[in-house]
């Protein structure tokens, strides 16, 4: 992915040295995890969290990156964050609106949110509460590790899915769906928190139209994200960590619904196209 040069965001807090300081670990785990999100759809501690579960353990950190891998990786989270950044502007003001960005956390381990301490286990997040996206860059190393899923343009993905959660906490959409899973037995509460992922996905695919249009993808850059966006299905994740599947516990969508997802809005480059409410 051409990346390399291009601008960077200033809307970035690095807290990494921080966690080391502090001997951040990841030690949430699966159970953790799953603890962590039911606290959210019902309030309880990280309230209204999403983002994209990394499931595998908490054994992986971000010593396991070398210093020029872990350099790279910042710089390309700057620059796509930068570039989501004019994605998003540029909608919003053909459609009267401003667009207020997220800051993007680097950390390492454990970092405390608006919504309550959040932690690498559970994989890349958005708060609505503080507006801030959340990565610790040792997810590159579970993506390509653990869930077989590595490249630029993979990661890219990640960052862009994110972001579309921001996107979503400026429409109303997230507010809304928090509200309605409060209200809602744990079979819709999961029915919304899959609608509202695959919408983030398809987000990151307007991104992606963005970014094809500015001559960013190389050949076989796309079939990154494509695999990535496949690799963090709820069936297969849950095929990979306990060996079958339960459909009505999904949260995120299956691998086949958010690769449609990512490309109907890599193909349109419309959010209008992305409402994954209807119907």
Known sequence: MRWQGRRESSNVEDRRNAGRRGGGKKTTGILGFIILLVGAYYGVDLSGIVGTPSFGGGQMSSSSLSESEEESLNKLSRVVLADTESTWEN?????????????????????????GTGQSAMGPFYCPND?????????????????????????????????????????????????????????????????????????????????AKQGWFETGDLEEAFN???????????????????????????????????????????????????G
């Open 131 to 211: 507006r801030k996206v959340y990565l610790d860059l040792s997810f590159y190393s579970d993506m390509k590790h653990k869930l077989g899923a590595a490249g630029d343009t993979a990661f890219a993905y990640v960052i862009a899915h994110e972001v579309g959660h921001h996107v979503q906490n400026l429409l109303g959409v997230l507010g809304q769906v928090n509200r309605a899973q409060q209200q809602a037995g744990t079979k819709d509460a999961n029915r919304l928190s899959v609608q509202l992922e695959l919408q983030a996905d398809c987000f990151a695919g307007v991104w992606a139209y963005q970014a």
């Open 91 to 115: 909608y919003f003001k053909r459609n009267g609106q401003h667009y207020a960005p997220p800051t993007m956390v680097l950390y390492y381990g454990a970092t405390p949110t608006a919504c």
């Open 228 to 278: 990535a966006a496949e690799a963090v299905g709820d069936d297969r994740l849950q095929k990979r960590s306990q060996g079958y599947v339960v459909p009505d516990s999904f949260t995120h969508g299956t691998s086949a619904q958010r690769l449609t997802w990512f490309k109907r809005g890599l193909q349109t480059g419309d959010p209008a196209q992305c409402n994954s409410f209807s």
